[in-house]
């Protein structure tokens, strides 16, 4: 719909992505939350912080102000998508450098999606007054392609994680069999 009929789609858009913020925002900060109690890193509270702020605002904006034009819509997609994919990017492009310590990992794969991310999220942020139409035809369009590359991302992360778990798990039994032995 966004990409046949864009003005058509971007109040009910503009609301989704409001929703979308509100859910993302509670996730990072709950992973968050669970990250600090094990002591593992986790760079997405602050993103989940923001997201959550941008997605109350977002919905308390659409329901208290449906008469605001299109283009401050576009503007707001524009610039909050933009901000999620660039966080998105830092995150795949920082994972790509942690995964580089191991020679078996597919790093590059992962810097390159992230590099590629982070080349739509500033596209995002630098053509939000185009208008609405063109604007929501484009965001159709990057939303595609971020669904696309973070598809991929997610295979290539789940792979090294799982490469990791079978390597931790085999040590484990080799040391479960050298204590048992002796």
Not at 18 to 38: H, L, N, W
Not at 61 to 82: C, D, H, P, R
């Amino acid at each position: 719909e966004m990409v046949c009929w864009p003005l058509k789609a971007i109040y009910t858009y503009a609301l989704l992505i409001g929703c979308y913020f509100i859910v993302q925002g509670i996730i990072q900060i709950v992973m968050g939350i669970r990250a600090a109690k094990y002591n593992l890193p986790h760079d997405g509270t602050a993103f989940g912080v923001l997201s959550l702020i941008l997605g109350i605002l977002a919905v308390v904006a659409f329901v208290k102000n449906q008469e605001l034009t299109t283009i401050y819509w576009a503007l707001f997609m524009g610039i909050s998508l933009g901000i999620s994919i660039i966080f998105t990017a830092i995150f795949d492009i920082k994972t790509a450098f942690l995964l580089k310590k191991d020679p078996q990992s597919n790093w590059v794969i992962i810097l390159v999606l992230g590099i590629i991310t982070l080349i739509l999220g500033i596209s995002m942020m630098s053509i939000p007054f185009t208008g609405a139409l063109a604007e929501t035809i484009m965001i159709g369009i990057i939303m595609i392609v971020f669904g696309v590359v973070s598809l991929i991302d997610s295979i290539f992360l789940k792979t090294q994680s799982n490469k990791y778990e079978n390597a931790v798990k085999r040590q484990a039994e080799d040391v479960s069999d050298f204590i048992n032995k002796n």
